[in-house]
């Protein structure tokens, strides 16, 4: 299902080469303002540019085309699309013998029985984020004033990001990275025990982004090398603050009021200059070959808005469920 | 919402210290053979008994109110209940002006104004997971010829895990750990780009055990710090096999045919036998208490069986979707 | 999918000669009085004993398994079952070969390829009914002070209620009969445009009743018949008041604080004395038979309160969508 | 919410004077030959120009967004929109103090808190029709070789219809109608017994339609006169051909595999030419008005085309899940 959400629900559509991509917002109250402007800021923030990302540049202005009259939301679904302008969709033709590896080209194919949109990864392109980062501006408006934050905090392994890079530009490779997030404001009670904590909420919209290999709150993989008695946040006060935040502010699967915070694996952009080996279809061999197209050498670097957005949908649907 | 699923969905409801604990399995197929001894051997694996584990125990018996007949699955919604037999509430009155620190006794209470059931933390409690256990041995048959396999693989930091388990019980202190979860057999095809990803859904169900505070696939947060080149599993044949796994059996959302593979981050024992500080309602003031009552020293014990459940049903639910 | 609602969330289950039938209750705010007695007068309205009804008693004793504490809603899932004590399965052993007409006997045995369970209806049986009464009562709290009100206003094609079924005895072949519902101190806005509407959403709900076959609102099929001037219902005051209410309370999918009002149709008891036609299975060919068994000369004499269950569940999930 | 289905699942969005009004259809299988040809008979058949119909006239043109490459569908989010060009908004200005009687411009007014888009129904409009029919032809080809067929059989109460429609125009006042739906072709099965009925999800997607107000399957209210040994529809063959079809081709909420068949009232069009009487905010009282603007004498006369796609949208769902 292409959809999340019980109340703020988005529903994401498009192909990286097809028309346009879009985002439908459905269940967002209304009289919020919103103008096209308001994209700016994130839309900017995503895009392609600085060394390590793709030469591919696309103006991604969105086009509203629903939802908002009179620079207020409706109540009514918000659509929103990007044209896709600067499309090479000759780059993947030679793609279809060679599946690369680490991408979705194989199951995709497979699942779809031949039928799916395969230039530039079609339906599962990093190029839809830009949908993801346009709902979660609407997201971020409904959620304040509490702020969710975002920051690449290590690059291959490095946390002096521009060395990192510049060493991935260096041996023309592909790296991966961890982006930190956090949200400050959030009210306590948002999730339910079990099927819906915030974990599990957080962490199904967390995974919808590409590239994505692992999640953890608070303390996480760490906080299983800690003891009970120092692993435990101490209560401080009447209203629930805690000494300590190894919980990452969500305890039996409800946020308690504390920052939120969690750790977000990415792994190395699938699409490196290296060359690499992969099953040719055409030869019924395994063959060397190399990544045509553009492609970002650390992806992560591109993650934070994305992550933001993710977060601030899925906090936006837990905060109107609750209201 | 305390319901997980599309297709295969399971519906859990009970308190610690309730008549019973239940859950509803509704959309499983007709026709698959079930009986109470079916279950025995999965509830034995979470029992309480070993050192490091609760000193409460329960006969955990299932009584199986609907959806089976003569044997077999029938079609219909099957509920399996389990009458709660060992009670001792009055360990928790004490509790009401001292919410215990990592556990959910504060939000709940705060969530719902007062109103929860709070011995032995009602429904928050690790006993449900006795109904997840249940619910996982009929996804296990839904999944069949699949195998989910999960096992702890590290305890308080330790990869001996008796030698772990013997420190805490020492030290009169709670630990946590690492659980491996794997799956083998699984089709190429299960998940959806963006929302419905593998990860998303697995790892939505993986929060919703008590206790996870991280999930990592394939490589995980170790990948981050490797080059595309090392990272990237090259296919090697026309079934989609990879020479290697980073991916954990998922590339873009959606398995490739592989071995699953995740890991989980399982934290301390909330309730440890240390004494720890908290905030007590009623002098208004941070004050130190011990926690009273049977728990486990390092809950990481009784995790895989519940995880294995989880998983069960994160992929009975993507199995049935795609068939 | 067994399920109803998207805050208010309803899940049935159960058989008719199962060890029990039941219903969980997802959604239900917090502090909500609720104590076994209140459910006495609706579980007494459906049951059976008048003239025309089965003479099948159950005690119907609700059992409350979970989500109510101390006198009130948790709100944590409240699941109530009705265990089966009254059951006599040999009358259903005969009806193997010879799927009654009007019946959901022939359809349950291919749909779920002979795995259901066929006693009594299993699953489909009428006797699930007295779940949804449970549940009824349960969501009329949650919508007080609003009141839905449902009652039997003609039976056997006669306003004389109690002629046709002293008719239907004498004549010893069973009838239908429509029943008027209507709720009044709804607020204005409940119910979405398109999908959701008021009218889609108590109509999902009212089909989940077994025997119902149609439903109208406001003037209905006889308002089909009107002219523009007459059907539209004037605003006279700044609340939305009309002066006629030949649209039941619904504009646009959405009510409008008028009177909520709509019929349904209730069809024949399928289970009739008279002697009927059917296909035998064994002999493979159309036979004469008699329906034994239990059963209701007019369903319709017991549809009021589960009509009155089915309205006051979909709008208490309405209301608390838009609260 | 403004979805429906859990497998085949469409989401509208639009308003009738924004920029575009569209449709997402989620969940339709890949490899589904699909071209914008295959629109233009349904889009045709909705469109105004009879007598009777609204003289404002759209292209109709359906964009197809996503979801379709080289000629067939790819299992990815189909998304179909239609420009808006021939708005006249002006005309809906002075409609802000007096609210239309029968329309939903007053709820939509105070549910949205004033900031719904009002122009010509905004999202409410039955401009979004278009949208149901083009998600209706996609439907239809999922259901085939099963057919869905609507026509009007009653205008104003008379069966001759062209009459009718011609008295309406003598007369300057809108009419209402009914309209008749079956389907051939379907499998036994489909449909779930309680929530998830035939006649819930067939009748949840019916209301969705603007100015619906009732809906009876088989006999109907009709049938709640007859008896049950008439009602009752005996097999005739093991296959389940019944005799009669009273029942409209459902037993117990599951179709039997004969003829679906169902008859929906569409009241007269709201927006009559005749004076009306309605509340004006801006004098505080109540006052004669006439509705300006373009509009149907007979709405009912451009509903069979809808009916069939909502109807084919129903039936797609329950088939893929079946399936």
């Given at each position: 299902?292409?959809?999340?959400?019980?109340?703020?629900?988005?529903?994401?559509?498009?192909?990286?080469?097809?028309?346009?991509?879009?985002?439908?917002?459905?269940?967002?109250?209304?009289?919020?303002?919103?103008?096209?402007?308001?994209?700016?800021?994130?839309?900017?923030?995503?895009?392609?540019?600085?060394?390590?990302?793709?030469?591919?540049?696309?103006?991604?202005?969105?086009?509203?085309?629903?939802?908002?009259?009179?620079?207020?939301?409706?109540?009514?679904?918000?659509?929103?699309?990007?044209?896709?302008?600067?499309?090479?969709?000759?780059?993947?033709?030679?793609?279809?013998?060679?599946?690369?590896?680490?991408?979705?080209?194989?199951?995709?194919?497979?699942?779809?029985?031949?039928?799916?949109?395969?230039?530039?990864?079609?339906?599962?392109?990093?190029?839809?984020?830009?949908?993801?980062?346009?709902?979660?501006?609407?997201a971020k408006k409904v959620i304040a004033p509490s702020i969710v934050n975002a920051?690449?905090?290590?690059?291959?392994?490095?946390?002096?990001?521009?060395?990192?890079?510049?060493?991935?530009?260096d041996e023309q490779d592909s790296i991966g990275g961890i982006v930190s997030v956090?949200?400050?404001?959030?009210?306590?009670?948002?999730?339910?025990?079990?099927?819906?904590?915030?974990?599990?909420?957080?962490?199904?919209?967390?995974?919808?982004?590409?590239?994505?290999?692992?999640?953890?709150?608070?303390?996480?993989?760490?906080?299983?090398?800690?003891?009970?008695?120092?692993?435990?946040?101490?209560?401080?006060?009447?209203?629930?603050?805690?000494?300590?935040?190894?919980?990452?502010?969500?305890?039996?699967?409800?946020?308690?009021?504390?920052?939120?915070?969690?750790?977000?694996?990415?792994?190395?952009?699938?699409?490196?200059?290296?060359?690499?080996?992969?099953?040719?279809?055409?030869?019924?061999?395994?063959?060397?070959?190399?990544?045509?197209?553009?492609?970002?050498?650390?992806?992560?670097?591109?993650?934070?808005?994305?992550?933001?957005?993710?977060?601030?949908?899925?906090?936006?649907?837990?905060?109107?469920?609750?209201?």
């Amino acid at each position: 299902m292409n959809s999340f959400g019980r109340i703020f629900r988005v529903s994401i559509f498009g192909e990286s080469h097809g028309p346009a991509v879009g985002i439908t917002i459905d269940g967002c109250p209304a009289g919020i303002a919103l103008t096209i402007d308001d994209f700016t800021a994130d839309l900017e923030r995503r895009k392609a540019g600085a060394a390590g990302t793709t030469p591919r540049k696309e103006d991604d202005i969105p086009e509203i085309l629903s939802g908002v009259f009179n620079g207020y939301t409706t109540g009514a679904p918000i659509t929103i699309i990007f044209r896709n302008n600067n499309t090479r969709s000759a780059d993947y033709d030679a793609l279809k013998a060679t599946p690369r590896p680490g991408h979705a080209d194989f199951v995709l194919h497979e699942k779809f029985k031949g039928y799916n949109d395969y230039r530039g990864g079609g339906h599962s392109s990093g190029r839809l984020t830009v949908c993801l980062v346009a709902a979660g501006v609407v997201a971020k408006k409904v959620i304040a004033p509490s702020i969710v934050n975002a920051k690449l905090v290590e690059a291959g392994g490095n946390t002096d990001i521009e060395a990192a890079i510049q060493k991935a530009v260096d041996e023309q490779d592909s790296i991966g990275g961890i982006v930190s997030v956090s949200a400050t404001g959030l009210p306590l009670g948002l999730g339910e025990p079990f099927f819906d904590s915030a974990e599990s909420l957080i962490s199904h919209m967390i995974f919808a982004v590409p590239a994505i290999k692992g999640i953890e709150f608070g303390a996480g993989f760490a906080g299983t090398k800690m003891k009970g008695s120092e692993h435990n946040d101490a209560f401080i006060d009447k209203n629930g603050t805690t000494r300590t935040n190894h919980a990452g502010g969500i305890n039996g699967g409800i946020t308690n009021g504390n920052e939120l915070h969690f750790r977000i694996a990415v792994k190395p952009t699938s699409s490196t200059p290296k060359e690499q080996q992969t099953w040719n279809k055409e030869t019924q061999s395994v063959e060397t070959f190399t990544v045509k197209g553009r492609h970002d050498l650390c992806i992560a670097l591109r993650v934070p808005v994305v992550a933001e957005a993710a977060t601030a949908i899925a906090l936006a649907d837990m905060l109107l469920l609750k209201a």
